[in-house]
């Protein structure tokens, strides 16, 4: 079996340590598709936060505690930055994470798309799925926001990070998109998927980004694989992260249910045949799609691999 999954962020991170699990107990392959829209260059490095998120947590190298970084990072160089008086100060890079961003600087530089480039820095690090960025091409979130009185689009990171999305916010921008090409093996692997899975992440900023890649989109929701989202929310609440704010900005409501209407039935021109919420939300309707509630808290890697198999369940496959 073949297990396609559309992810980004921590939470996406973090399912993908389920969906390898029981990948392994059933003998399937995972090839994990990950946003690039929170892709940003700071400091002359190209950093790329969903990618490596991802890249860490399935090496064993994230920090548990802040869900995101390097487990045991230190901050000599983000210090020394601000010492200097480098902008931008709100952004801080952690000496072993500077690594991986030089590292993938160089070989952009060299010449090597994103693609490959990922693919070498998980030479070292051994996911146990195949990592793919969405696109190889220049992708990136951008928010429309009024910030110091007036009204303009910053870089996602700086909406995100810097201001902890706590200004008037209007609409999102993925620039680029419209020219993006999906990144080298995407198509071959949506082609012969058996089931995609879409990631309980940010259906505004990390889900959002990778179907705003037109020919990526289209090979999903025209193929003939089974397509099952997992709820980011839970109770009226996201399990983690700012994707309430993200969603209000889109005057979408906080529930599943209202995040599996604004996916919609893939029937009717929508993403999802399938759409796996928690008990807390058992009755949560989205007209056109089956949708089935199964305990979604990830307390633990045994318990997202029930998750999944509940996951591929719905869409039918085993």
Same mark, same amino acid.
């Given at each position: 079996m073949r297990i396609v999954v559309l992810t980004g962020g921590i939470g996406?991170?973090?399912?993908?340590? +389920?969906?390898?699990?029981?990948?392994?107990?059933?003998?399937?392959?995972?090839?994990? #598709? #990950?946003?690039?829209?929170?892709?940003?260059? %700071?400091?002359?490095?190209?950093?790329?936060?969903?990618?490596?998120?991802? %890249?860490?947590?399935?090496?064993g190298a994230a920090d548990p505690e802040r869900g995101w970084g390097r487990v045991g990072e230190t901050w000599v160089v983000r210090d020394e930055l601000a010492k200097y008086g480098v902008e931008p100060s709100w952004f801080g890079l952690g000496d072993k994470d500077t690594a991986t961003h030089l590292v993938r600087t160089t070989m952009l530089n060299a010449g090597y798309p994103l693609s490959a480039v990922t693919a070498a820095l998980c030479e070292r690090w051994q996911p146990g799925i195949t990592m793919l960025p969405a696109t190889d091409d220049r992708l990136e979130t951008h928010v429309v926001a009024?910030?110091?009185g007036e009204r303009k689009a910053i870089h996602f990171q700086e909406w995100w990070v810097r201001y902890r999305g706590d200004v008037p916010t209007h609409r999102f921008v993925f620039v680029g998109a419209e020219s993006a090409k999906p990144a080298a093996g995407v198509l071959d692997a949506v082609a012969g998927a058996d089931i995609v899975l879409v990631a309980p992440s940010n259906p505004v900023v990390s889900i959002a980004p990778v179907l705003a890649v037109p020919q990526l989109k289209e090979a999903v929701t025209s193929g003939p694989a089974p397509i099952v989202g997992v709820s980011p929310i839970i109770g009226g609440a996201p399990v983690r992260g700012m994707a309430d704010r993200c969603l209000a900005t889109l005057e979408v409501e906080v529930s599943a249910a209202g #995040?599996?209407? &604004?996916? +919609?039935?893939? !029937?009717?021109?929508?993403?999802?045949? *399938?759409?796996?919420?928690?008990?807390?939300? !058992? *009755?949560?309707?989205?007209? +056109?799609?089956?949708?089935?509630?199964?305990?979604?808290? %990830?307390?633990?890697?045994? !318990?997202?691999?029930? &998750? #999944?198999?509940? !996951?591929?369940?719905?869409? +039918?496959?085993?």
């Open positions: 996406g991170a973090r399912f993908l340590l +389920g969906v390898r699990a029981h990948a392994r107990a059933i003998g399937a392959e995972v090839t994990a #598709v #990950v946003n690039v829209g929170d892709d940003v260059r %700071m400091h002359g490095l190209q950093i790329c936060p969903d990618l490596d998120s991802v %890249m860490y947590t399935l090496g009024d910030v110091e #995040v599996g209407r &604004m996916y +919609g039935p893939r !029937a009717e021109g929508g993403l999802l045949d *399938g759409w796996l919420v928690d008990e807390s939300d !058992a *009755g949560a309707q989205v007209p +056109g799609v089956t949708t089935r509630a199964v305990p979604l808290w %990830m307390t633990d890697e045994q !318990a997202t691999a029930r &998750m #999944v198999a509940a !996951a591929l369940e719905l869409g +039918g496959v085993k």
